[in-house]
């Protein structure tokens, strides 16, 4: 059982940055892959970037590379997303998910757990 709680979101204007959290209950952390997804009000849950097991490799949705950096620390059981030069399409509620798996899936049914979600509002 893995248990996710995401922090850092808020409002930030166009251009700016923001860093998101995830913090991982758990002692089986490294046995997961981890991504964040969004969602934004009326559209699907989307793909933003994953990493695996060890951090070594990361994938990125289309858009985000160049912009967001994920990062994990197995030490301490978090992962974070740093997003730079946002974009008010970038607005959305942004979700930590976990599934057991040496690298990931970028469909969100693959994920065997998910975060409560935290907003993110980009201002133009």
């Known amino acids: 059982q893995v248990q996710l709680v995401e922090s850092g979101g808020g409002l930030v204007q166009a251009g700016g940055s923001l860093r998101l959290s995830c913090a991982a209950s758990?002692?089986?952390?490294?046995?997961?892959?981890m991504a964040w997804f969004r969602q934004a009000p009326g559209k699907e849950r989307e793909f933003v970037v994953g990493?695996?097991?060890?951090?070594?490799?990361?994938y990125y949705g289309d858009s985000m590379k160049g912009r967001f950096t994920i990062s994990r620390d197995n030490a301490k059981n978090t992962v974070s997303l740093q997003m730079n030069s946002l974009k008010p399409e970038d607005t959305a509620v942004y979700y930590c998910?976990?599934?057991?798996?040496?690298?990931?899936?970028?469909?969100?049914?693959?994920?065997?757990?998910w975060g409560q979600g935290t907003q993110v509002t980009v201002s133009s």
């Open positions: 998910a976990a599934e057991r798996a040496v690298v990931g899936h970028v469909t969100p049914n693959w994920y065997d757990y």
């Open positions: 758990g002692r089986t952390f490294r046995d997961y892959a």
């Open positions: 990493i695996n097991w060890s951090g070594s490799s990361r």
